[in-house]
């Protein structure tokens, strides 16, 4: 693996600080009003479903849109009113942008000429940037002539050959087929922690944005909805939206009998009732989601477990290479997903029609207020 000599990070600051940043087209509402801090060398995605206004706060940081309300602060300096190729920034973009009528080469080192660096100092930082992203072979061939994920990675290259102060990829792997893209997730997560660099990823894949990132930031319709580590996402996530979005979850609606301070007694429709802890105070009565991952979810052989929270019978099985699920119809509105892995003793004899409870431990679930605004608000 190579060495991209980018300026290392200072300790500690902020390399990227977005402070009430807003934008608005034609009456369409793309960003509303989103903070956001950015630690120096700190990796961090932003994870939401098509038309949440990724792309758009990506190009506010960028420079190329123009926000109409916050402040985009880079490494200590807000920049506003800075143009683009002042803001010490490298961009790949979800289309690739490169310069048809330029080489490889020659479009990996427009960046370095525009700076008026000598061509020999060009030549060396091309040649080691082409051998990282694997195009040490195509340096003389033209963008049309090479496919769609040799494309993208001339597109890092030349983001990357500046040695920018923040690096801005708006779905840089998606053109990729699933091997080449786990195979550049790795080399881009080793160029990154080499580097140092600080990078924002705009990405609408939960496992790209789970694999690479430091901080996750979910957004829905313009807004962040959850701030966290990958782990903290994927197992607190901070309401339905993200549970959904983020992973294989179950939303399992129920009702609360009884709420004393953390403790929750949630009935099931089914008439089963069980006591949970709760982080969110909840009130009383109030519809609740039970969120559950289909990995926590251990089956018991014994239908009538009475320790167990629910029982059902399995409705289907699905095979989906790594794992297998089963689809348990337990008298909810939907049948629980429940992921058949080593957890469960043996799982390869769970059939179609087998009569199975159902539990979890509390560490694995959140209640989720079905209302947030009526029903909860956080306590922690
Ligand atoms: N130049 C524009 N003019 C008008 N509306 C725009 C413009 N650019 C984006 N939008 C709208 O702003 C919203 C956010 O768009 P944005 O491109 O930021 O979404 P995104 O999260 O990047 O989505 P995707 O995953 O599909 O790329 C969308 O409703 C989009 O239609
Ligand atoms: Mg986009």
Same mark, same amino acid.
């Given at each position: 693996? #190579?060495?991209?000599?980018?300026?290392?990070?200072?300790? *500690?600051?902020?390399? %990227?600080?977005?402070?009430?940043?807003?934008?608005?087209?034609?009456?369409?509402?793309?960003?509303?009003?989103?903070?956001?801090?950015?630690?120096?060398?700190?990796?961090?995605?932003?994870?939401?479903?098509?038309?949440?206004?990724?792309?758009?706060?990506?190009?506010?940081?960028?420079?190329?849109?123009?926000?109409?309300?916050?402040?985009?602060?880079?490494?200590?300096?807000? %920049?506003?009113?800075?143009?683009?190729?002042?803001?010490?920034?490298? $961009?790949?973009?979800?289309?690739?942008?490169?310069?048809?009528? $330029?080489?490889?080469?020659?479009?990996?080192?427009?960046?370095?000429? $525009?700076?008026?660096?000598?061509?020999?100092?060009?030549?060396?930082? %091309?040649?080691?940037?082409?051998?990282?992203?694997?195009?040490?072979?195509?340096?003389?061939?033209?963008?049309?002539?090479?496919?769609?994920?040799?494309?993208?990675?001339?597109?890092?290259?030349?983001?990357?050959?500046?040695?920018?102060?923040?690096?801005?990829?708006?779905?840089?792997?998606?053109?990729l087929d699933r091997k080449?893209?786990?195979?550049?997730?790795?080399?881009?997560?080793?160029? #990154?922690?080499?580097?140092?660099?600080?990078?924002?990823? %705009?990405?609408?894949?939960?496992?790209?944005?789970?694999?690479?990132?430091?901080?996750?930031?979910?957004?829905?319709?313009?807004?962040?909805?959850?701030?966290?580590?990958?782990?903290?996402?994927?197992?607190?996530?901070?309401?339905?939206?993200?549970?959904?979005?983020? *992973?294989?979850?179950?939303? $399992?609606?129920?009702?609360? !009998?009884?709420?004393?301070?953390?403790?929750?007694?949630?009935?099931?429709?089914?008439?089963?009732?069980?006591?949970?802890?709760?982080?969110?105070?909840?009130?009383?009565?109030?519809?609740?989601?039970?969120?559950?991952?289909?990995e926590s979810i251990k089956?018991?052989?014994?239908?009538?477990?009475?320790?167990?929270?629910?029982?059902?019978?399995?409705?289907?099985?699905?095979?989906?290479?790594?794992?297998?699920?089963?689809?348990?119809?337990?008298?909810?509105?939907?049948?629980?997903?429940?992921?058949?892995?080593?957890?469960?003793?043996?799982?390869? !004899?769970?059939?179609?029609?087998?009569?199975?409870?159902?539990?979890?431990?509390?560490?694995?679930?959140?209640?989720?207020? !079905?209302?947030?605004?009526?029903? !909860?608000?956080?306590?922690?």
């Amino acid at each position: 693996m #190579q060495r991209l000599d980018i300026e290392a990070p200072a300790a *500690g600051g902020v390399a %990227v600080e977005i402070d009430g940043v807003g934008k608005r087209y034609q009456g369409v509402e793309a960003v509303r009003a989103i903070s956001l801090s950015i630690a120096p060398g700190e990796f961090v995605s932003l994870l939401g479903p098509s038309g949440c206004g990724k792309t758009t706060t990506l190009r506010m940081i960028a420079g190329l849109e123009v926000p109409d309300s916050g402040t985009i602060n880079i490494g200590g300096t807000v %920049v506003n009113s800075t143009p683009p190729w002042s803001r010490g920034i490298g $961009m790949v973009f979800q289309s690739y942008a490169l310069f048809p009528h $330029m080489t490889v080469f020659e479009n990996i080192a427009f960046g370095l000429k $525009m700076r008026g660096e000598p061509a020999q100092n060009i030549k060396t930082a %091309v040649n080691d940037v082409m051998e990282l992203v694997h195009l040490s072979e195509l340096p003389d061939r033209l963008p049309s002539q090479l496919s769609g994920g040799q494309r993208q990675r001339v597109a890092l290259a030349r983001a990357l050959v500046i040695k920018p102060r923040v690096l801005l990829l708006d779905e840089p792997l998606g053109a990729l087929d699933r091997k080449l893209r786990e195979q550049m997730q790795v080399e881009l997560k080793l160029i #990154q922690r080499q580097a140092g660099v600080t990078t924002v990823l %705009v990405t609408h894949d939960q496992e790209e944005a789970l694999t690479l990132s430091d901080r996750i930031v979910v957004m829905s319709s313009g807004q962040i909805v959850q701030i966290g580590s990958p782990s903290d996402i994927y197992s607190r996530p901070a309401n339905q939206f993200v549970a959904d979005f983020v *992973g294989m979850s179950n939303l $399992m609606r129920a009702r609360t !009998a009884l709420v004393e301070g953390n403790r929750v007694s949630v009935r099931f429709p089914n008439g089963r009732s069980y006591i949970a802890q709760n982080d969110v105070s909840v009130a009383h009565p109030c519809d609740v989601d039970v969120f559950v991952r289909p990995e926590s979810i251990k089956l018991v052989r014994r239908p009538d477990a009475s320790s167990a929270k629910l029982s059902g019978t399995v409705e289907h099985i699905v095979y989906a290479g790594a794992s297998t699920y089963a689809h348990v119809s337990a008298g909810l509105e939907k049948p629980v997903l429940v992921c058949l892995n080593q957890k469960q003793l043996d799982a390869s !004899a769970v059939g179609i029609g087998d009569h199975l409870s159902l539990d979890w431990d509390e560490a694995d679930s959140l209640l989720m207020p !079905a209302l947030v605004d009526k029903c !909860a608000r956080r306590t922690s």
